[in-house]
Protein backbone atom coordinates (compact mmCIF):
# COMPACT_ATOMS: atom_id res chain seq x y z
CA UNK A 1 0.00 0.00 0.00
CA UNK A 2 2.90 2.48 1.00
CA UNK A 3 4.75 1.49 -2.14
CA UNK A 4 1.72 2.40 -4.57
CA UNK A 5 0.88 5.24 -2.67
CA UNK A 6 4.94 6.33 -2.96
CA UNK A 7 4.76 4.70 -7.34
CA UNK A 8 1.81 7.53 -7.50
CA UNK A 9 3.64 10.36 -5.74
CA UNK A 10 6.56 9.78 -8.00
CA UNK A 11 4.37 9.80 -10.94
CA UNK A 12 3.22 13.14 -10.02
CA UNK A 13 6.72 14.29 -10.21
CA UNK A 14 7.69 12.91 -12.89
CA UNK A 15 4.85 13.59 -15.43
CA UNK A 16 5.88 17.53 -14.43
CA UNK A 17 8.15 18.53 -17.27
CA UNK A 18 9.32 21.05 -15.45
CA UNK A 19 11.20 18.17 -12.84
CA UNK A 20 13.24 17.20 -16.27
CA UNK A 21 14.93 21.36 -16.49
CA UNK A 22 17.10 19.78 -14.59
CA UNK A 23 18.37 16.81 -16.57
CA UNK A 24 18.10 18.84 -19.91
CA UNK A 25 20.37 21.81 -18.15
CA UNK A 26 22.77 19.06 -16.73
CA UNK A 27 23.52 17.20 -20.60
CA UNK A 28 24.39 20.47 -21.56
CA UNK A 29 26.47 21.18 -19.14
CA UNK A 30 28.31 17.68 -18.88
CA UNK A 31 29.25 18.08 -22.36
CA UNK A 32 30.18 21.86 -21.71
CA UNK A 33 32.65 20.46 -18.88
CA UNK A 34 33.76 17.20 -20.52
CA UNK A 35 34.79 19.74 -23.92
CA UNK A 36 36.95 22.22 -21.24
CA UNK A 37 38.37 19.16 -19.62
CA UNK A 38 39.61 17.91 -23.01
CA UNK A 39 40.66 20.96 -23.97
CA UNK A 40 42.27 22.95 -21.20
CA UNK A 41 42.06 20.82 -18.10
CA UNK A 42 44.20 17.91 -19.17
CA UNK A 43 46.96 20.24 -20.04
CA UNK A 44 46.67 22.56 -16.69
CA UNK A 45 46.93 19.32 -14.48
CA UNK A 46 49.54 17.36 -16.91
CA UNK A 47 52.26 19.48 -15.01
CA UNK A 48 50.86 18.89 -11.89
CA UNK A 49 50.58 15.08 -12.74
CA UNK A 50 54.01 15.07 -13.72
CA UNK A 51 55.25 17.38 -10.78
CA UNK A 52 54.33 14.01 -8.26
CA UNK A 53 55.30 11.27 -10.53
CA UNK A 54 51.64 10.17 -11.69
CA UNK A 55 51.74 8.91 -15.66
CA UNK A 56 50.18 11.74 -17.48
CA UNK A 57 47.48 8.67 -19.20
CA UNK A 58 45.52 9.01 -16.38
CA UNK A 59 44.13 12.63 -16.97
CA UNK A 60 42.74 10.92 -20.65
CA UNK A 61 40.25 8.42 -18.40
CA UNK A 62 36.86 8.76 -18.76
CA UNK A 63 36.68 7.86 -15.21
CA UNK A 64 38.52 11.42 -14.09
CA UNK A 65 36.70 13.36 -16.77
CA UNK A 66 33.48 11.40 -15.12
CA UNK A 67 34.86 13.07 -11.62
CA UNK A 68 35.69 16.27 -12.77
CA UNK A 69 32.33 16.56 -14.47
CA UNK A 70 30.19 15.97 -11.10
CA UNK A 71 32.44 17.74 -8.87
CA UNK A 72 32.14 20.61 -11.15
CA UNK A 73 28.56 20.38 -11.73
CA UNK A 74 26.76 18.56 -8.63
CA UNK A 75 27.42 20.76 -5.55
CA UNK A 76 26.78 24.30 -6.72
CA UNK A 77 24.54 23.54 -10.31
CA UNK A 78 22.82 20.74 -8.51
CA UNK A 79 21.30 22.55 -5.65
CA UNK A 80 19.59 25.03 -7.47
CA UNK A 81 17.03 21.47 -9.03
CA UNK A 82 17.28 20.01 -5.93
CA UNK A 83 15.65 23.06 -4.02
CA UNK A 84 13.23 23.66 -7.34
CA UNK A 85 12.02 20.32 -6.70
CA UNK A 86 11.88 20.21 -3.01
CA UNK A 87 10.51 23.32 -2.69
CA UNK A 88 7.76 23.08 -4.96
CA UNK A 89 6.62 19.67 -3.45
CA UNK A 90 4.18 20.57 -0.79
CA UNK A 91 4.14 24.26 -1.52
CA UNK A 92 2.81 23.94 -4.90
CA UNK A 93 -0.20 21.71 -4.44
CA UNK A 94 -1.02 23.66 -1.45
CA UNK A 95 -0.92 26.76 -3.34
CA UNK A 96 -3.09 24.87 -6.74
CA UNK A 97 -5.11 23.80 -4.18
CA UNK A 98 -4.60 20.05 -5.30
CA UNK A 99 -3.78 19.36 -1.31
CA UNK A 100 -7.22 20.05 -0.73
CA UNK A 101 -8.34 16.63 -2.55
CA UNK A 102 -5.43 15.16 -1.31
CA UNK A 103 -6.64 15.48 2.63
CA UNK A 104 -9.95 14.92 1.86
CA UNK A 105 -9.02 11.02 1.63
CA UNK A 106 -8.36 8.77 4.93
CA UNK A 107 -4.83 9.26 4.66
CA UNK A 108 -2.59 11.15 7.91
CA UNK A 109 -0.70 14.21 6.72
CA UNK A 110 2.48 12.43 8.44
CA UNK A 111 2.08 9.74 5.97
CA UNK A 112 1.62 12.56 2.79
CA UNK A 113 4.30 14.33 4.01
CA UNK A 114 6.95 10.76 4.35
CA UNK A 115 5.27 9.92 0.61
CA UNK A 116 6.44 13.52 -0.95
CA UNK A 117 10.05 13.88 1.39
CA UNK A 118 10.94 10.01 -0.13
CA UNK A 119 9.71 10.91 -3.67
CA UNK A 120 11.79 13.88 -3.28
CA UNK A 121 15.05 12.04 -1.53
CA UNK A 122 14.68 9.33 -4.52
CA UNK A 123 15.01 12.67 -7.16
CA UNK A 124 17.80 13.66 -5.36
CA UNK A 125 19.74 10.55 -5.63
CA UNK A 126 19.00 9.25 -9.09
CA UNK A 127 19.71 12.63 -10.32
CA UNK A 128 23.38 12.23 -8.86
CA UNK A 129 23.07 8.76 -10.69
CA UNK A 130 21.66 9.82 -13.69
CA UNK A 131 24.78 12.72 -13.83
CA UNK A 132 27.56 9.89 -13.17
CA UNK A 133 26.04 7.51 -15.81
CA UNK A 134 25.37 10.15 -18.78
CA UNK A 135 28.80 12.15 -17.96
CA UNK A 136 30.82 8.80 -17.58
CA UNK A 137 29.07 7.62 -20.95
CA UNK A 138 30.26 11.09 -22.97
CA UNK A 139 33.92 10.66 -21.54
CA UNK A 140 33.55 7.13 -22.71
CA UNK A 141 32.58 8.17 -25.89
CA UNK A 142 35.15 11.10 -26.32
CA UNK A 143 38.04 9.63 -25.02
CA UNK A 144 37.33 5.44 -24.45
CA UNK A 145 36.49 3.04 -21.84
CA UNK A 146 39.88 2.66 -20.63
CA UNK A 147 42.13 3.60 -17.97
CA UNK A 148 41.97 4.74 -13.90
CA UNK A 149 41.17 7.40 -11.90
CA UNK A 150 43.24 10.63 -11.07
CA UNK A 151 41.77 12.38 -8.03
CA UNK A 152 43.08 16.30 -6.65
CA UNK A 153 40.92 17.71 -4.15
CA UNK A 154 43.04 20.50 -2.79
CA UNK A 155 40.03 21.87 -0.30
CA UNK A 156 39.94 18.49 1.29
CA UNK A 157 43.90 17.91 0.49
CA UNK A 158 43.39 15.10 -1.49
CA UNK A 159 45.72 14.07 -4.21
CA UNK A 160 45.81 10.51 -4.93
CA UNK A 161 45.73 8.17 -8.17
CA UNK A 162 43.47 4.52 -8.94
CA UNK A 163 45.85 3.31 -11.92
CA UNK A 164 43.39 -0.18 -11.79
CA UNK A 165 40.08 0.75 -13.37
CA UNK A 166 37.91 -1.69 -11.08
CA UNK A 167 39.26 -0.02 -7.94
CA UNK A 168 38.95 3.34 -9.75
CA UNK A 169 35.03 2.63 -11.01
CA UNK A 170 34.25 1.20 -7.16
CA UNK A 171 35.77 4.57 -5.68
CA UNK A 172 33.93 6.72 -7.95
CA UNK A 173 30.73 4.65 -7.24
CA UNK A 174 31.08 4.86 -3.68
CA UNK A 175 31.58 8.96 -4.10
CA UNK A 176 28.60 9.23 -6.02
CA UNK A 177 26.60 7.40 -3.67
CA UNK A 178 27.83 9.94 -1.06
CA UNK A 179 27.32 12.85 -3.25
CA UNK A 180 23.89 11.81 -3.61
CA UNK A 181 23.39 11.48 0.00
CA UNK A 182 24.93 15.12 0.85
CA UNK A 183 22.60 16.53 -1.98
CA UNK A 184 19.92 15.32 -0.18
CA UNK A 185 20.36 17.80 2.76
CA UNK A 186 19.64 20.60 0.05
CA UNK A 187 16.20 19.06 -0.74
CA UNK A 188 15.46 18.71 2.98
CA UNK A 189 16.21 22.24 3.20
CA UNK A 190 13.40 22.64 0.04
CA UNK A 191 11.27 20.08 1.23
CA UNK A 192 11.50 22.10 5.12
CA UNK A 193 10.54 25.28 3.85
CA UNK A 194 7.68 24.01 1.79
CA UNK A 195 5.63 22.65 4.35
CA UNK A 196 4.93 26.10 5.44
CA UNK A 197 2.57 28.95 4.01
CA UNK A 198 4.50 30.00 1.64
CA UNK A 199 5.02 30.40 -2.24
CA UNK A 200 7.01 27.11 -3.70
CA UNK A 201 9.34 30.11 -5.56
CA UNK A 202 9.90 31.41 -2.01
CA UNK A 203 10.37 27.94 -0.07
CA UNK A 204 12.97 27.19 -2.78
CA UNK A 205 14.37 30.88 -2.28
CA UNK A 206 15.21 30.25 0.88
CA UNK A 207 16.59 26.63 0.96
CA UNK A 208 19.04 28.35 -1.21
CA UNK A 209 19.92 31.25 0.24
CA UNK A 210 20.46 28.69 3.90
CA UNK A 211 22.81 26.84 1.45
CA UNK A 212 24.65 29.59 0.06
CA UNK A 213 25.24 31.66 3.03
CA UNK A 214 26.49 28.50 4.77
CA UNK A 215 29.06 27.71 1.75
CA UNK A 216 30.01 31.57 1.73
CA UNK A 217 31.04 31.69 5.69
CA UNK A 218 32.62 28.18 5.42
CA UNK A 219 35.18 29.92 2.53
CA UNK A 220 35.86 32.76 5.01
CA UNK A 221 39.17 32.33 5.91
CA UNK A 222 39.37 33.65 9.49
CA UNK A 223 36.24 30.93 9.72
CA UNK A 224 38.66 28.34 8.79
CA UNK A 225 38.89 26.77 12.11
CA UNK A 226 35.08 26.34 12.53
CA UNK A 227 35.02 24.52 8.87
CA UNK A 228 33.40 21.55 10.94
CA UNK A 229 30.43 23.44 11.45
CA UNK A 230 29.20 24.07 8.54
CA UNK A 231 26.56 21.86 6.64
CA UNK A 232 28.57 22.54 3.10
CA UNK A 233 31.58 21.11 4.76
CA UNK A 234 30.34 18.08 6.09
CA UNK A 235 28.58 17.86 3.04
CA UNK A 236 31.55 17.58 0.61
CA UNK A 237 33.07 15.05 3.18
CA UNK A 238 32.06 12.24 0.14
CA UNK A 239 35.28 13.23 -1.56
CA UNK A 240 37.14 11.30 1.32
CA UNK A 241 36.19 7.87 0.02
CA UNK A 242 38.35 9.15 -3.15
CA UNK A 243 41.28 9.05 -0.57
CA UNK A 244 43.24 5.83 -0.35
CA UNK A 245 43.22 5.53 3.17
CA UNK A 246 39.70 5.95 3.48
CA UNK A 247 38.82 8.34 7.08
CA UNK A 248 35.53 5.86 7.58
CA UNK A 249 34.87 7.61 11.18
CA UNK A 250 35.14 11.16 9.92
CA UNK A 251 33.07 10.34 7.08
CA UNK A 252 30.65 8.32 9.80
CA UNK A 253 30.57 11.35 11.87
CA UNK A 254 30.07 13.61 9.15
CA UNK A 255 26.49 11.47 7.39
CA UNK A 256 25.41 11.41 11.02
CA UNK A 257 25.18 14.46 11.18
CA UNK A 258 24.12 15.40 8.04
CA UNK A 259 21.17 12.30 8.43
CA UNK A 260 20.27 13.90 11.81
CA UNK A 261 19.99 17.24 10.65
CA UNK A 262 17.38 16.20 7.34
CA UNK A 263 15.51 14.53 10.19
CA UNK A 264 15.13 17.33 12.23
CA UNK A 265 14.00 19.42 8.58
CA UNK A 266 11.19 16.82 8.32
CA UNK A 267 9.80 16.59 11.70
CA UNK A 268 9.90 20.44 12.16
CA UNK A 269 8.18 20.72 8.67
CA UNK A 270 5.68 18.34 9.71
CA UNK A 271 5.03 20.26 12.81
CA UNK A 272 4.44 23.23 10.99
CA UNK A 273 2.21 21.44 8.44
CA UNK A 274 -0.09 19.83 10.73
CA UNK A 275 -0.41 22.77 12.37
CA UNK A 276 -1.64 23.94 9.44
CA UNK A 277 -5.53 24.86 8.32
CA UNK A 278 -6.59 24.27 4.36
CA UNK A 279 -9.17 26.11 4.04
CA UNK A 280 -11.47 24.82 1.20
CA UNK B 1 -24.67 9.87 9.98
CA UNK B 2 -23.08 13.49 10.37
CA UNK B 3 -23.31 15.42 13.43
CA UNK B 4 -21.71 19.03 13.79
CA UNK B 5 -21.49 19.76 17.45
CA UNK B 6 -20.85 23.14 18.52
CA UNK B 7 -17.95 23.91 16.57
CA UNK B 8 -15.88 27.02 17.45
CA UNK B 9 -13.21 28.69 14.95
CA UNK B 10 -11.50 31.73 14.89
CA UNK B 11 -9.16 33.21 12.71
CA UNK B 12 -6.85 35.84 13.28
CA UNK B 13 -8.97 36.73 16.55
CA UNK B 14 -12.73 37.18 14.25
CA UNK B 15 -14.81 34.52 15.02
CA UNK B 16 -15.52 31.81 11.82
CA UNK B 17 -17.97 29.91 13.51
CA UNK B 18 -19.87 30.60 16.43
CA UNK B 19 -21.36 27.72 18.16
CA UNK B 20 -22.67 25.82 14.87
CA UNK B 21 -24.46 22.34 15.64
CA UNK B 22 -26.40 20.76 12.99
CA UNK B 23 -27.01 16.97 11.84
CA UNK B 24 -27.49 14.97 8.87
CA UNK B 25 -29.23 11.84 8.95
CA UNK B 26 -28.45 8.59 6.64
CA UNK B 27 -29.54 9.07 2.85
CA UNK B 28 -30.60 12.91 3.63
CA UNK B 29 -29.47 15.65 1.35
CA UNK B 30 -28.86 18.34 3.45
CA UNK B 31 -28.08 22.05 2.38
CA UNK B 32 -25.95 24.29 4.08
CA UNK B 33 -26.31 27.86 3.06
CA UNK B 34 -24.59 31.05 3.54
CA UNK B 35 -23.17 34.53 2.13
CA UNK B 36 -19.72 34.03 0.68
CA UNK B 37 -17.60 33.98 4.27
CA UNK B 38 -20.16 32.93 6.21
CA UNK B 39 -19.10 29.94 7.81
CA UNK B 40 -19.76 27.23 5.39
CA UNK B 41 -16.76 26.55 3.69
CA UNK B 42 -14.62 26.39 7.37
CA UNK B 43 -17.41 24.55 8.38
CA UNK B 44 -16.69 21.64 5.85
CA UNK B 45 -13.54 22.52 6.31
CA UNK B 46 -13.55 21.33 9.83
CA UNK B 47 -15.93 18.28 8.99
CA UNK B 48 -12.80 17.27 6.54
CA UNK B 49 -10.24 17.57 9.39
CA UNK B 50 -8.43 20.25 7.12
CA UNK B 51 -9.21 23.13 9.71
CA UNK B 52 -8.59 22.35 13.30
CA UNK B 53 -12.28 23.56 15.26
CA UNK B 54 -11.50 25.87 18.31
CA UNK B 55 -13.97 23.29 20.11
CA UNK B 56 -16.53 21.15 19.37
CA UNK B 57 -16.87 17.79 17.14
CA UNK B 58 -17.56 16.35 14.33
CA UNK B 59 -18.72 12.76 14.18
CA UNK B 60 -19.78 10.64 10.91
CA UNK B 61 -21.24 7.55 11.84
CA UNK B 62 -20.06 8.01 15.00
CA UNK B 63 -16.75 7.78 14.42
CA UNK B 64 -14.99 11.53 15.70
CA UNK B 65 -13.21 13.52 12.76
CA UNK B 66 -11.03 15.18 15.82
CA UNK B 67 -10.45 11.70 17.74
CA UNK B 68 -9.87 9.56 14.48
CA UNK B 69 -9.74 11.25 11.39
CA UNK B 70 -8.50 8.60 9.00
CA UNK B 71 -11.32 6.25 10.05
CA UNK B 72 -14.16 8.97 9.83
CA UNK B 73 -13.01 10.16 6.22
CA UNK B 74 -13.36 6.69 5.25
CA UNK B 75 -16.80 7.31 4.38
CA UNK B 76 -16.27 10.07 2.90
CA UNK B 77 -16.17 11.71 -0.55
CA UNK B 78 -15.79 15.31 -1.03
CA UNK B 79 -15.96 17.66 -3.82
CA UNK B 80 -14.66 21.29 -4.18
CA UNK B 81 -15.67 24.32 -6.11
CA UNK B 82 -12.66 24.40 -8.95
CA UNK B 83 -11.42 20.92 -8.29
CA UNK B 84 -7.35 21.48 -8.73
CA UNK B 85 -6.44 18.30 -10.32
CA UNK B 86 -2.89 17.65 -11.78
CA UNK B 87 -3.86 19.42 -14.85
CA UNK B 88 0.01 17.72 -16.34
CA UNK B 89 -1.80 14.15 -15.94
CA UNK B 90 -4.49 12.27 -17.60
CA UNK B 91 -8.26 11.83 -15.50
CA UNK B 92 -7.49 8.38 -14.95
CA UNK B 93 -3.90 9.00 -13.60
CA UNK B 94 -5.47 11.58 -11.52
CA UNK B 95 -7.79 9.06 -10.39
CA UNK B 96 -5.61 6.40 -9.59
CA UNK B 97 -3.14 8.51 -7.66
CA UNK B 98 -5.98 10.09 -5.16
CA UNK B 99 -7.54 7.11 -4.76
CA UNK B 100 -4.61 5.10 -4.19
CA UNK B 101 -4.44 6.73 -0.92
CA UNK B 102 -7.38 5.87 0.45
CA UNK B 103 -7.25 1.93 -0.09
CA UNK B 104 -6.11 -0.26 -4.09
CA UNK B 105 -7.17 1.65 -6.76
CA UNK B 106 -9.90 -1.05 -8.41
CA UNK B 107 -9.44 -0.35 -12.20
CA UNK B 108 -13.15 -2.00 -12.82
CA UNK B 109 -14.88 0.15 -10.36
CA UNK B 110 -13.36 3.28 -11.37
CA UNK B 111 -14.32 2.27 -15.07
CA UNK B 112 -17.73 2.22 -13.95
CA UNK B 113 -17.90 4.99 -12.55
CA UNK B 114 -15.73 7.10 -15.24
CA UNK B 115 -18.61 5.84 -17.29
CA UNK B 116 -21.23 6.60 -15.29
CA UNK B 117 -20.15 10.38 -14.63
CA UNK B 118 -19.68 10.15 -18.69
CA UNK B 119 -16.01 10.62 -19.02
CA UNK B 120 -14.90 7.45 -20.69
CA UNK B 121 -13.90 9.06 -23.84
CA UNK B 122 -11.84 11.54 -22.31
CA UNK B 123 -10.33 9.98 -18.86
CA UNK B 124 -7.19 9.18 -20.60
CA UNK B 125 -6.49 13.20 -21.94
CA UNK B 126 -4.82 15.54 -20.04
CA UNK B 127 -6.65 17.51 -17.24
CA UNK B 128 -5.35 20.39 -18.37
CA UNK B 129 -7.79 20.43 -20.93
CA UNK B 130 -10.63 19.51 -19.22
CA UNK B 131 -13.75 21.73 -19.70
CA UNK B 132 -14.91 23.12 -16.16
CA UNK B 133 -17.75 20.46 -16.21
CA UNK B 134 -15.18 17.71 -17.09
CA UNK B 135 -13.36 18.52 -14.29
CA UNK B 136 -16.31 18.70 -11.88
CA UNK B 137 -17.28 15.37 -13.21
CA UNK B 138 -13.80 14.02 -12.56
CA UNK B 139 -13.97 15.42 -9.35
CA UNK B 140 -17.37 13.01 -8.87
CA UNK B 141 -15.68 10.21 -10.07
CA UNK B 142 -13.00 10.48 -7.44
CA UNK B 143 -15.62 11.32 -4.62
CA UNK B 144 -17.52 8.19 -5.53
CA UNK B 145 -14.08 5.96 -5.14
CA UNK B 146 -13.86 3.78 -3.36
CA UNK B 147 -17.85 3.66 -2.65
CA UNK B 148 -18.50 6.82 0.42
CA UNK B 149 -21.53 6.61 2.44
CA UNK B 150 -21.65 10.42 2.68
CA UNK B 151 -20.63 13.05 -0.01
CA UNK B 152 -19.67 16.35 1.01
CA UNK B 153 -20.57 19.39 -1.78
CA UNK B 154 -18.43 22.90 -1.66
CA UNK B 155 -20.83 24.73 -3.96
CA UNK B 156 -20.22 22.14 -6.63
CA UNK B 157 -22.19 23.89 -9.23
CA UNK B 158 -20.15 27.28 -9.15
CA UNK B 159 -19.40 27.87 -13.08
CA UNK B 160 -21.34 25.20 -14.75
CA UNK B 161 -23.71 26.32 -17.26
CA UNK B 162 -27.46 25.32 -16.97
CA UNK B 163 -27.23 22.20 -18.13
CA UNK B 164 -24.20 21.07 -16.15
CA UNK B 165 -26.35 21.79 -13.27
CA UNK B 166 -29.28 20.45 -14.48
CA UNK B 167 -26.78 17.16 -15.02
CA UNK B 168 -25.45 17.36 -11.63
CA UNK B 169 -28.63 17.87 -9.45
CA UNK B 170 -30.03 14.85 -11.53
CA UNK B 171 -27.07 12.68 -10.67
CA UNK B 172 -26.84 13.48 -6.94
CA UNK B 173 -30.61 12.77 -6.98
CA UNK B 174 -30.26 9.22 -8.85
CA UNK B 175 -26.84 8.21 -6.37
CA UNK B 176 -29.64 9.08 -3.59
CA UNK B 177 -32.24 7.29 -5.09
CA UNK B 178 -30.14 3.94 -5.93
CA UNK B 179 -27.71 4.03 -2.88
CA UNK B 180 -29.31 5.79 -0.12
CA UNK B 181 -26.37 8.13 -0.41
CA UNK B 182 -26.32 11.02 2.54
CA UNK B 183 -25.28 14.56 0.54
CA UNK B 184 -24.34 17.70 3.15
CA UNK B 185 -24.33 20.40 -0.10
CA UNK B 186 -22.81 23.54 0.67
CA UNK B 187 -24.09 26.27 -1.46
CA UNK B 188 -25.07 30.42 -1.93
CA UNK B 189 -27.81 29.30 -4.74
CA UNK B 190 -30.48 29.16 -3.28
CA UNK B 191 -32.75 27.40 -6.33
CA UNK B 192 -30.24 24.63 -6.34
CA UNK B 193 -30.47 24.10 -2.39
CA UNK B 194 -34.57 24.35 -3.14
CA UNK B 195 -34.27 22.07 -5.51
CA UNK B 196 -32.09 19.07 -4.36
CA UNK B 197 -31.97 19.18 -0.58
CA UNK B 198 -34.47 17.48 2.22
CA UNK B 199 -33.02 19.80 5.12
CA UNK B 200 -31.63 23.09 5.36
CA UNK B 201 -28.94 24.83 7.40
CA UNK B 202 -28.55 28.46 7.38
CA UNK B 203 -25.16 30.23 8.15
CA UNK B 204 -24.69 33.95 8.71
CA UNK B 205 -21.84 35.15 10.19
CA UNK B 206 -20.41 32.26 11.41
CA UNK B 207 -23.52 31.55 13.47
CA UNK B 208 -26.29 29.03 12.53
CA UNK B 209 -29.56 31.50 11.80
CA UNK B 210 -31.77 28.07 10.49
CA UNK B 211 -31.95 24.91 10.62
CA UNK B 212 -35.28 22.45 9.04
CA UNK B 213 -36.94 21.08 6.37
CA UNK B 214 -37.11 22.82 2.92
CA UNK B 215 -40.62 21.79 2.38
CA UNK B 216 -41.29 23.60 6.13
CA UNK B 217 -39.56 26.66 5.16
CA UNK B 218 -41.29 27.33 2.04
CA UNK B 219 -45.41 25.67 2.85
CA UNK B 220 -46.35 27.23 6.56
CA UNK B 221 -47.69 30.11 5.34
CA UNK B 222 -49.80 30.84 2.71
CA UNK B 223 -49.34 33.70 0.24
CA UNK B 224 -51.24 35.29 -2.09
CA UNK B 225 -50.79 38.58 -4.68
CA UNK B 226 -53.89 40.53 -4.29
CA UNK B 227 -54.69 44.22 -5.75
CA UNK B 228 -58.13 45.29 -4.90
CA UNK B 229 -59.55 48.47 -4.48
CA UNK B 230 -60.25 50.01 -2.32
CA UNK B 231 -57.03 49.20 -0.66
CA UNK B 232 -58.92 50.02 3.45
CA UNK B 233 -61.02 47.31 2.87
CA UNK B 234 -58.41 44.75 0.99
CA UNK B 235 -56.97 45.85 4.51
CA UNK B 236 -59.35 44.96 6.70
CA UNK B 237 -60.11 41.60 5.22
CA UNK B 238 -56.43 40.71 5.25
CA UNK B 239 -56.16 41.84 9.18
CA UNK B 240 -59.35 39.82 9.87
CA UNK B 241 -58.07 36.70 8.83
CA UNK B 242 -54.70 37.41 10.64
CA UNK B 243 -52.64 37.84 7.30
CA UNK B 244 -50.03 40.43 6.39
CA UNK B 245 -49.73 42.41 3.92
CA UNK B 246 -45.66 43.35 2.37
CA UNK B 247 -44.42 46.27 0.21
CA UNK B 248 -44.28 43.95 -2.59
CA UNK B 249 -48.27 43.53 -3.06
CA UNK B 250 -47.65 39.98 -1.28
CA UNK B 251 -50.28 39.08 1.04
CA UNK B 252 -49.36 36.37 3.99
CA UNK B 253 -52.00 34.24 5.49
CA UNK B 254 -52.24 31.37 8.55
CA UNK B 255 -51.67 28.26 7.07
CA UNK B 256 -54.78 26.87 6.34
CA UNK B 257 -56.28 30.41 4.97
CA UNK B 258 -58.84 29.78 2.04
CA UNK B 259 -58.10 32.02 -0.76
CA UNK B 260 -61.28 31.48 -1.95
CA UNK B 261 -63.29 32.92 0.99
CA UNK B 262 -60.96 35.94 1.01
CA UNK B 263 -62.24 37.12 -2.33
CA UNK B 264 -65.78 36.15 -1.19
CA UNK B 265 -65.60 38.79 1.50
CA UNK B 266 -63.77 41.21 -0.54
CA UNK B 267 -66.83 41.13 -3.07
CA UNK B 268 -69.37 41.32 -0.82
CA UNK B 269 -67.65 44.32 0.91
CA UNK B 270 -68.13 46.03 -2.53
CA UNK B 271 -64.28 46.09 -3.29
CA UNK B 272 -63.36 45.23 -7.18
CA UNK B 273 -60.84 42.72 -6.93
CA UNK B 274 -58.18 43.15 -10.31
CA UNK B 275 -55.66 40.05 -9.73
CA UNK B 276 -55.35 36.94 -7.42
CA UNK B 277 -52.21 35.36 -8.29
CA UNK B 278 -50.67 32.40 -5.61
CA UNK B 279 -47.48 33.08 -4.84
CA UNK B 280 -45.32 30.57 -3.24
CA UNK B 281 -42.97 32.03 -0.52
CA UNK B 282 -39.66 30.57 -1.85
CA UNK B 283 -36.19 29.32 0.08
CA UNK B 284 -34.77 32.93 -1.37
CA UNK B 285 -37.50 35.07 0.90
CA UNK B 286 -36.69 32.60 3.85
CA UNK B 287 -32.79 33.18 3.76
CA UNK B 288 -32.94 36.89 3.07
CA UNK B 289 -35.56 36.86 6.30
CA UNK B 290 -32.92 34.95 8.53
CA UNK B 291 -29.93 36.96 6.82
CA UNK B 292 -31.49 40.34 8.09
CA UNK B 293 -33.03 39.38 11.06
CA UNK B 294 -29.58 38.74 12.03
CA UNK B 295 -27.84 41.58 10.69
Not at chain 1, 66 to 94: C, H, N, P, Q, R
Not at chain 1, 148 to 165: K, S
Not at chain 1, 207 to 222: G, H, M, R, T, Y
Not at chain 2, 7 to 19: C, E, I, Q, S
Request: charged share 20%; hydrophobic share 45%; net charge neutral.
Amino acid sequence: MFLTQLFGELRKLFARKRTYIGYIVFLFFEILVLILWLQVGRQQFAELAERNFIPVEILSSSLTATYWMMVASMFLLGSIYFALVAGDIVAKESEDGNMRLVLSRPVSRLRILLLKYLAVLIYTVTFVFFVGVTGYGMAVMAMGSGGGLFVWNPDMFILTIYPDQSDAFRRLFMGACLMGVSMCVVSSLGFFFSCFKMKPAAASVMALSVFFIDFVLQNIPFLASFKDAFITFRMANWVYVLQEEIPWDRIIESYAILFGLNISLFVLGWMSFQSRDFKT
Amino acid sequence: MLHVNHLRKKFAGKDALKDVSFSVERGEIHGLLGHNGAGKSTTLGIILGMVAADSGEVTIDGISVQKSPRKALRKVGAIFESPAFYDYMSGWQNLRVLVGLSGPFDKKAAAQVVERVGLTQRIHSKVGAYSHGMRQRLALAQALLPEPEILLLDEPTDGLDPEGIKWFRDFILDLRKERGMTVLFNSHLLSEVEQMCDKVSIIQAGELVYQGAVNDLRDDRTGVRIEAHPAETLDAVITHHGGERGQDGRCLFPEGTRIQQIVTELVQAGAEVSEVTPVRRSLEDVYLEHSSLTQ
